[in-house]
């Protein structure tokens, strides 16, 4: 049995709360993210982590440092790679996505939004995340998982998107369906190829946010 694989996404970040595309602006936590990441800390108080990454983008950081002030392992040592950093928004980088939609119509927004080849002027599709995010959780974390490592990845809604398409085997048609929501932890057991044995999923009472 492999060890525990732990994804979370950062709590809601300055342009969560504002409605921006933030991409790899790399913007802080607000206070209600952070507070929300203690409750998903709370969520995993049972496992111990051997090895903890995060995207370079410090919303990630925060949202880790906060999970594990209640998690029990605060100043556990991390690493920081651009392979989980969030999808590169491009042109669209800092728009309000609600003025985006009244203007390209709810059709076009969607598919910007949740689509695996839909492009983005300047910026990656979701198939760009999945090429750098799962080569490298293949190389890195899968490993670590078969000699029976728990691993935490904080990462943002893209990269785990892309993540758990290739874990659970969705079709690029059905990962349009997938939204990792705020406040949700994904606990994973894989197999040797690194996809899905089981799944737990587990929710944070946290409160709806605009993003």
Not at 38 to 62: A, C, N, P, Q, W
Not at 77 to 91: F, T
Not at 160 to 185: H, N, T
Request: no cysteine.
């Amino acid at each position: 049995m492999s060890g525990k694989l732990v994804l979370v996404r950062h709590g809601e970040s300055e342009w969560n709360l504002l409605g921006k595309w933030t991409g790899w602006t790399d913007v802080s936590l607000t206070d209600k993210g952070a507070s929300d990441a203690e409750k998903m800390g709370e969520l995993i108080k049972d496992i111990h982590f051997d090895d903890i990454y995060t995207s370079k983008l410090k919303r990630t950081v925060e949202t880790m440092q906060s999970v594990l002030k209640t998690q029990g392992q605060a100043g556990a040592p991390y690493e920081s790679v651009a392979e989980l950093n969030e999808r590169d928004y491009g042109d669209y980088t800092g728009m309000n996505k609600w003025e985006v939609k009244d203007r390209v119509g709810e059709e076009k927004f969607n598919a910007i939004r949740r689509n695996f080849d839909e492009p983005i002027p300047g910026g990656e599709t979701l198939h760009m995340v999945y090429d750098r995010v799962v080569p490298w959780y293949r190389q890195v974390i899968v490993p670590k998982l078969m000699k029976g490592d728990n691993v935490l990845l904080v990462a943002h809604g893209n990269s785990i998107r892309a993540l758990v398409k290739y874990i659970e085997s969705i079709s690029d048609e059905g990962i349009a369906k997938f939204e990792m929501a705020f406040g949700v932890v994904l606990e994973y057991t894989v197999d040797a190829d690194g996809k899905m044995i089981n799944k737990v999923e587990k929710k944070a009472d946290i409160s709806k946010t605009n993003a």
